[in-house]
């Protein structure tokens, strides 16, 4: 871009205009739009109980068949900088809520297809933008007045138990969603505080194993580690363990600076092994005297060590992540030793038992540590005929936990099934009639947006979804009941209150909040400058 002064003499404003390729106006938040509802198209067929699988091939040739949206959108390659805010939207529905990750894809998705409707009129942007911010507020409002409050408690977790299953119900292992839902509220209950109405997650750890079928998972009331004792005739179960807990390994201290180690004669080859034996010797004396019967090592030892502590009878576990013994530490009340030392009857950790699980026909083998007296840490063990399968019941069971811990934070709920979307849908169309000016065609496209939801649940179960969105919106206008919604599962009854199919409300308020904010973002870019060839 070139000016010139006032003497006629030529500037350059900004440089290598040439090779910019630029977009303004109407025409860049068009291109925009297009691109974010190519992402948003893509998720719509997932919706709901009967959405359909998405299959992801990785570069590695990784296959990954899922229905969650935050997992489809983190696999896949996107490119164009607006179809990467969706999938940051995903990720922030994910982190925040842990549900209803495709549901705030597909309706900003919506608000864009009905911005750029009214964009072909000549509204200008930022009056869209400021109509659907108060559409939004309505919504939310109105969510509020709709929703209701059910009893969760520790003596009562049946509502939680309702929940984990309706999120459950569109996922790939629905088909054991009664077994899982069990699962998943019994974790969530086991580490829950009260008094704070928190839910600690970092107690809750989850574990697969190839083998098996789905309905084998159980929770295991305690820590389950993919490892085995390192001798194979050291003891397969142990009774009241007292672990030590090592961050060192056990073998001889290397020096750090260059050495040189002359050995001329056998009896310094022998003097040399005999040092070593003693430096072994010396270590597990250590553990033995500090009253341990067990020891967990964070490294690794040869073979020599381990005949060793096999010959001592103390069983030993070795090569434990470091985020495993810190959960082990927690759990067991014991401390992680870095020295031999330090070790102390006052820092070794204490539980119940330590038993091996077999599997099968294979040798694969796996430790668990149960009965801890100073935690209530469980794990999640997950079985499943293949990789894909394990992988799977773990984003569904972690998004069944997120749920439940939402409820025992704010016990609010709302009604699925497209009911909620529906019931602000007509709310936000009423408060449009009243408004004069341009912004109450933003309202109105907001309304229409709303109804995307229940759309895409008839036409993903192979429903009418013209004529049973419709209907369901007659109901609800006759009989003045909020919870009609789509019979996705065909039971022959559209009250979704007596299909107990609910969803918590902080959940359906974030979502609508969430949607809302980057389609504002998205409208109220008017230009865009990128290298010519991207």
């Given amino acids: ?58 570069p590695d040739g990784d296959v990954t068949v899922t229905n969650d949206g935050a997992t489809i959108l983190d696999n896949l390659d996107v490119d164009h900088q607006i179809a990467k805010l969706l999938v940051q939207l995903s990720k922030a529905q994910d982190d925040e809520i842990g ?37 939004c507020d309505i919504a939310i409002a109105h969510l509020g007045s709709i929703s209701d409050v059910v009893p969760v408690s520790k003596e009562d977790p049946s509502n939680l138990y309702k929940t984990a299953k309706t999120t459950l119900s569109s996922k790939i292992i629905n088909r054991y969603k009664d077994h899982m839902a069990k699962i998943s ?49 050291m003891p397969k179960e142990i009774k009241d363990a007292r672990i030590a807990i090592l961050s060192c390994p056990f073998e ?37 005297q500090s009253g341990a019967n067990v020891a967990f090592c964070q490294w690794g030892f040869d073979d020599e060590a381990n005949h060793l502590l096999l010959q001592r009878k103390l069983p030993a576990v070795r090569w434990i992540g470091g985020v495993e013994m810190e959960l082990i530490a927690i759990a067991t009340g014991g401390r992680i030793v ?17 038993s091996t699980l077999e599997f099968g026909t294979t ?76 912004e109450q065609y933003a309202l109105r496209g907001f309304a229409n947006a709303l109804e995307a939801i229940p759309l895409a649940l008839a036409e993903n179960s192979g429903l009418s979804p013209i004529e ?42 974030q979502s609508f909040l969430l949607a809302t904010q980057v389609v504002k973002m998205i409208l109220k870019i008017d230009d865009v400058m990128q290298p010519a060839g991207f």
């Fill in 363 to 438: 040798k694969d083998r796996m430790l668990v540590i149960e009965e801890c007296p100073h935690s209530n840490a469980v794990t999640i063990f997950v079985r499943g005929g293949n990789r894909m399968v394990v992988e799977e019941a773990k984003r569904s069971i972690h998004d069944a936990i997120c749920v439940a811990r939402n409820l025992i934070r704010d016990n609010r709920i709302v009604y699925g099934g497209g009911s909620a979307e529906l019931a602000c849908s007509r709310v936000v169309r009423e408060a449009a009639n009243k408004v004069t000016g341009q």
């Fill in 185 to 233: 509220v019994d974790a969530v209950l086991s580490v829950c505080n009260w008094e704070r109405k928190d839910v600690n997650f970092d107690l809750i750890k989850m574990e697969g194993k190839v083998g098996g079928r789905l309905e084998d998972t159980r929770l295991v009331k305690g820590i389950v580690i993919d490892k085995e004792f390192s001798h194979p005739q």
């Fill in 468 to 509: 049973h969105v419709a209907e369901a919106r007659k109901t609800q206008i006759e009989t003045g009941n909020p919870h009609i919604g789509v019979d996705c599962m065909c039971k022959g009854n559209a009250d979704m209150r007596k299909q107990q199919v609910f969803e918590t409300l902080i959940g359906k308020q």
């Fill in 252 to 288: 001889p201290p290397k020096p750090k600076n260059k050495y040189t180690l002359g050995i001329e004669t056998a009896a310094d080859y022998v003097k040399l092994y005999q040092q070593e034996q003693r430096y072994f010797s010396d270590m597990v004396d250590r553990v033995v």
């Fill in 1 to 58: 871009m070139i000016a010139v002064d006032e003497y006629g003499r030529p500037f350059v404003i900004v440089k290598e205009q040439d090779q910019q390729k630029r977009l303004k106006g109407i025409e860049a938040a068009k291109s925009n739009i297009l691109a974010a509802r190519t992402i948003s198209n893509l998720l719509r067929t997932s919706l709901g109980p009967k959405g359909m699988d998405k299959m992801i091939v990785s």
């Fill in 99 to 135: 549900d209803g990750t495709t549901g705030v894809v597909v309706l900003a998705g919506s608000l864009l297809e009905e911005a750029d409707k009214l964009l072909s009129k000549g509204i200008h942007p930022i009056r869209l933008a400021q109509g659907f911010e108060k559409a």
């Fill in 338 to 354: 870095p020295r031999f030392e330090d070790l102390d009857p006052n820092k070794l950790g204490k539980c119940g038992s330590i």
